[in-house]
């Protein structure tokens, strides 16, 4: 596999505001790319950056071969592009905007197909300014995978979706990649890109302060796992013998649930011992659970912050 | 083209489909028309004058009978009329014409036709006027005498389908397509403070083609606009125009695009649609009182008038009253197409370089 995006020292400055400061990634073909970072972050003005719409202070940029800067043309014809709040012709149908976008490019996809994709049948013939907040996203997103192009760069693609829209465009963004697609997204939902991110960058204050596949930098960042388990005849002599067991570096107890965390570094050496401990003592244990730390502590760890729906 | 056709269907039914802006464009033309129809349309003399007559069952007075009520409103009496009828208004002159005997009129020494008039009328003082030239004539024909002087009347305009608001009809039309050119550059503001042109700029749509479907439908417009004055001055005034539909067309086409020309150059000036819309009202309120499209020129001030010669709109409006009425205008055919067409050249080189799409 080969990269289709080449990003190196990227940099963009509004007067002295870096919004984004020299940095640098690639993404490979066919695969989902996330880029994750808070509001501000720089995530939408790479985007930009990487389309063309905005120009760069510094930085070297390839897609697909090409440089926005100089061949813009050329570039707009095999990407697909969704803005985070696009703006459409308000008295059009939901079929008529597929419609026009889908003759702007030489190959595209069929409006019907991908009205099918995202669910929207049901609202083809609606004009676009009676539509819901998410229906409306749902149409932009639309309009980016019509293109057919070899790129489909998603700006937030599932910001203000209820639970089953967000399904559908995840269900969709996993068949582009099926067909060959390279896909370019932007979120601010930890869940979104653990699932489908095959990598992705953090980025914060214009910077990039990680990189790797989801799970890589969850072991990169977080070497430890936690074992969770309900025992309702627990004593102190139990307890300092799950403390014993190899791997566990700390025991939490909460009380009020007979519940028990074993936070270790060798998880399936605690769990083969913590079942044998009970087997010996006779002690039944329940609800046993293994916990691995997830993108949100990751990026908690990180930032030293929480990204939050309100921020967007 | 794929595209443009796409594009422009879609600024189409998007045109459509916002009821304000039909209504405006189409609309505001025959606001116009009824406006000035009423106040300007007044009739050209056609003023019926009733001639009462005493006598007329004579033979010999058949063809006067004949001539007279082709053009004024014949009403016979008997000898016992009153002069009442002539008090009243009923009729404005009373005609008591004597029994000619045709075989007697040679030896006859003279005869005498009694005309009864209200001095104090001036419709009656005007026809009594008419009348004995009339009658001059009438003896002329009956005696055999031929006379050396006849006048003949030739006007020198096609004065019966010109009236004051045939007049101001091209200025009606000059101010519509005025307006829809300038007004038409607020929707591409429009556009770019709602950041369509951001979210087509993402496809390989060209920013050309956008630029040309607009303008397209623009010149549509101007062309439903220009029907639209005709046949409701038509229908609703009578008012019908003279001149080579084909060079109306074409002056039309000319006009629209150097008023959306213009339109886009004074766009670049500002930021937002508000500033835009106030500052093409006051342009097109200026062009409209001192172009001379509806007020003529030698009524305003003399320091305003070099004013009206650098206004486009006073060549278009003089090119338009030509080709529609047949009349002579203010400026030569020749000077209103190349100021029009520089001024069409001129603000796009300038628009071209000023332009900014974001």
């Known amino acids: 596999m080969s990269a289709c995006i080449k990003v190196d020292g990227l940099k963009k400055y509004y007067g002295d505001v870096k919004a984004v400061d020299g940095i640098s990634f690639e993404v490979e073909q066919g695969t989902i790319f996330g880029m994750l970072g808070r509001n501000g972050a720089g995530k939408t003005t790479t985007i930009e950056t990487l389309i063309g719409l905005t120009d760069r202070t510094g930085g070297h940029i390839e897609v697909l071969g090409l440089d926005p800067a100089q061949d813009l043309e050329e570039l707009k014809e095999r990407i697909g592009v969704q803005l985070q709040s696009p703006v459409l012709f308000s008295h059009l149908t939901v079929k008529e905007t597929l419609d026009l976008f889908a003759s702007f490019y030489e190959n595209p996809i069929e409006p019907e197909e991908v009205i099918e994709m995202l669910g929207l049948k049901d609202k083809e013939n609606s004009s676009m300014d009676s539509l819901s907040g998410g229906q409306f996203h749902r149409v932009a997103v639309a309009l980016a995978i019509i293109s057919n192009g070899d790129i489909i760069f998603l700006d937030e693609p599932t910001t203000g979706l209820d639970p089953q829209a967000r399904r559908k465009v995840w269900d969709t963004i996993a068949r582009l990649k099926e067909k060959g697609k390279t896909i370019f997204l932007t979120t601010h939902f930890m869940d979104e890109a653990e699932i489908l991110c095959d990598s992705l960058v953090i980025i914060d204050s214009g910077k990039l302060i990680a990189e790797g596949s989801p799970e890589d930098l969850i072991n990169q960042y977080f070497a430890e796992q936690t074992i969770e388990f309900v025992n309702s005849n627990l004593d102190q002599g139990l307890l300092q013998g799950y403390e014993n067991l190899n791997g566990v570096l700390q025991l939490e107890h909460y009380k009020n649930k007979n519940l028990v965390k074993l936070h270790t570094d060798d998880a399936s050496t605690t769990i083969k011992e913590l079942i044998d401990f009970s087997c010996k003592t006779g002690n039944t244990i329940e609800k046993l659970q293994l916990r691995k730390p997830g993108l949100e502590d990751l990026f908690l760890k990180l930032t030293g912050s929480e990204i939050k729906d309100e921020e967007f | ?358």
């Open chain 2, 1 to 358: 083209m794929k595209s443009f056709k796409s594009l422009f269907l879609a600024n189409v039914k998007q045109y459509i489909r916002d009821g304000g802006t039909v209504f405006l464009t189409l609309i505001f033309p025959i606001i116009l028309v009824v406006i000035f129809g009423f106040l300007f349309n007044e009739k050209t003399s056609e003023t019926a004058f009733n001639i009462g007559i005493v006598e007329a069952d004579n033979e010999i007075y058949q063809s006067v009978v004949n001539t007279l009520s082709e053009s004024f409103n014949l009403i016979t009496y008997d000898r016992s009329v009153n002069m009442e009828v002539l008090e009243n208004g009923e009729i404005d002159i009373l005609l008591a014409l004597p029994d000619i005997d045709l075989e007697e009129f040679k030896d006859k020494e003279k005869y005498e036709i009694e005309v009864f008039y209200d001095s104090t009328k001036e419709n009656s003082v005007i026809i009594s006027g008419i009348i004995k030239n009339f009658f001059l004539e009438f003896e002329d024909t009956i005696s055999g005498k031929e006379r050396k002087i006849s006048l003949i009347e030739k006007s020198i305009k096609d004065e019966e389908k010109v009236n004051r608001f045939n007049y101001l009809l091209p200025g009606v039309l000059a101010l519509t397509i005025t307006q829809l050119g300038l007004l038409g550059s607020l929707d591409f503001l429009s556009l770019r403070e709602k950041k369509i042109i951001k979210s087509l700029s993402v496809t390989p749509l060209s920013r050309r083609m956008l630029f040309l479907s607009e303008l397209v439908l623009r010149v549509i417009i101007a062309f439903v606009q220009t029907i639209i004055i005709l046949v409701s001055a038509r229908l609703l005034f009578g008012v019908t125009t003279v001149g080579n539909p084909i060079y109306l067309i074409l002056m039309v086409l000319l006009g629209a695009l150097t008023f959306t020309s213009i339109g886009y150059l004074l766009i670049c000036f500002v930021k937002s649609f508000v500033a835009g819309n106030l500052l093409l009202q006051i342009i097109i309120l200026i062009m409209m009182f001192l172009s001379g499209i509806f007020f003529p020129i030698e009524t305003l001030p003399a320091y305003l008038k070099p004013i009206t010669k650098v206004i486009p709109l006073s060549y278009f409006g003089d090119a338009l009253r030509q080709v529609m009425l047949g009349l002579k205008g203010d400026y030569g055919m020749h000077m209103n197409i190349i100021i029009l067409s520089f001024v069409l050249v001129l603000s796009s080189i300038i628009t071209f370089r000023l332009w900014k799409w974001e």
